[in-house]
């Protein structure tokens, strides 16, 4: 073989072998990272805070206003 092509091929080698490294090392520190989080969410747990039954009345009040300006607009057009 050539010289060039053994270089090339040594070249893509080192180069593929860096990536993968560094996706396993970044996997395996999500991981570790992902555990951490876990276990100060148990320590420290974070208040949720409790919706009302109004809120989502009126939401579905603004969306039927927007259907019937919709409606509205496409009887003009």
Known sequence: ??????????LLAMGMGFVLTFLCIMI?????????????NKIFP???EET????TSKAAGDDAAIA?????????K
């Not at 073989?1 to 040594?10: A, F, P, R, V």
């Not at 999500?30 to 100060?40: A, D, E, K, P, T």
């Not at 019937?68 to 003009?76: P, Y």
């Open 52 to 55: 009302s039954k109004k809120s």
């Open 68 to 76: 019937l300006a919709l409606a509205a607009a496409m009887v003009r």
């Open 46 to 48: 974070v208040a949720v």
């Open 1 to 10: 073989m050539s010289e060039n092509l053994i270089e090339g091929l040594t």
């Open 28 to 40: 395996v520190s999500m991981h570790i990272m992902s555990n951490i989080v876990v276990y100060l």
